[in-house]
């Protein structure tokens, strides 16, 4: 069994790489970027679908899963081009 650490951690792993995929840049984005980016992390943190979202990376997917809690928050932040995108696809 994992301990807390170890699952947090894995979980925020998770998160960078559907980050990653998905083109999401929160880097620019000021304070509200950072509150998102604090909420988004509790929420992936306590997410029920961690073995959902580990299929999900193991196929290779580069959109933002449906299931996945964060996902109007890394579509707010989705890159194309340097710009944000407003919808997910």
């Known amino acids: 069994m994992m ?5 947090v ?4 792993d998770q998160s960078g790489e559907i980050m ?3 083109r999401v840049n929160m ?5 509200a970027a950072e509150n998102d980016m604090r909420n988004a992390i509790w929420r992936c943190v306590l997410c029920r ?3 959902d979202c580990r299929v999900w990376l ?3 997917r580069t959109d933002i899963p449906d ?3 964060n996902r109007g928050i890394y579509a707010k ?13």
């Open 20 to 22: 990653a995929r998905g």
């Open 49 to 51: 679908h961690g073995d």
């Open 58 to 60: 193991a196929a290779g």
């Open 3 to 7: 301990n807390i650490m170890g699952r």
């Open 77 to 89: 932040y989705a890159s194309a081009g340097g710009t944000h995108a407003a919808s997910v696809a």
């Open 67 to 69: 299931f996945c809690p």
């Open 27 to 31: 880097a620019e984005g000021g304070f």
């Open 9 to 12: 951690q894995a979980r925020l």
